[in-house]
């Protein structure tokens, strides 16, 4: 497959995942999205690292340590989502839950 596809999915995953945390009030589902953004930008940096034949090194060490990264931020946006929901009983932010 050529690597515009795979930057363009990159990009449409991005914008999709934009697009969910701006308009979903959840915070799980903004959590989702967050993750959605954070693997679009892996797949459009393994499409711009890839040259040909050639493969860089450094896209490919920038997306493992991304991975462990956004793993390691999804598992304490998780932990203070249920932590916000046994507290206050709430999945949403405090100012979303009442609209004005």
Known sequence: M????????????????IYGLLALPQLLRRIISFNLIGSGLFLFLGAAGARGEAVDAVPQALIITGIVVALAASALAVGLVVALARRSGLVVLPDEANPR
């Open 2 to 17: 050529s690597l515009t596809v795979f930057a363009m999915t990159g990009a449409s995953l991005v914008g999709l995942g």
